[in-house]
């Protein structure tokens, strides 16, 4: 089963990860990438939800998660 940990990102895909948290109005924009060593498991603050995406939101996440090598996951404050 293969282990997943925060990406390790430079600056120029910083910089994109930013743009699209911003083109797409999010709180936070986390990325993953697949690792051989055992990471310790993130669990967000319970004051974070898992954003809703359009479909067209999700098609844009999708081509910056090919072209960084990573998995995104959009998460939004919760009302409350």
Same mark, same amino acid.
Do not use: T
């Given at each position: $089963?293969? =282990? ?5 990102? +430079?600056? !120029? %895909?910083? *910089? @994109?990860? =930013?743009? *699209? !948290? %911003? &083109?797409? =109005?999010? /709180? ?5 990438? #697949?690792? +051989?060593?055992?990471? *310790? ?12 995406? &359009? /479909? &067209? !939101?999700? #098609?844009?996440? %999708?081509? $910056? #998660? ?5 998995? *995104? @996951? ?7």
């Amino acid at each position: $089963m293969p =282990h997943w940990k925060l990406a390790e990102l +430079d600056n !120029e %895909q910083l *910089a @994109i990860v =930013h743009e *699209a !948290e %911003q &083109s797409l =109005h999010l /709180d936070y924009l986390l990325l993953y990438r #697949e690792s +051989d060593a055992h990471a *310790a498991a993130f669990r967000p603050p319970p004051e974070l939800r898992f954003a809703r995406l &359009s /479909d &067209s !939101e999700m #098609e844009c996440l %999708q081509g $910056m #998660e090919k072209n960084l090598g990573a998995v *995104a @996951i959009a998460y939004e404050r919760a009302a409350g």
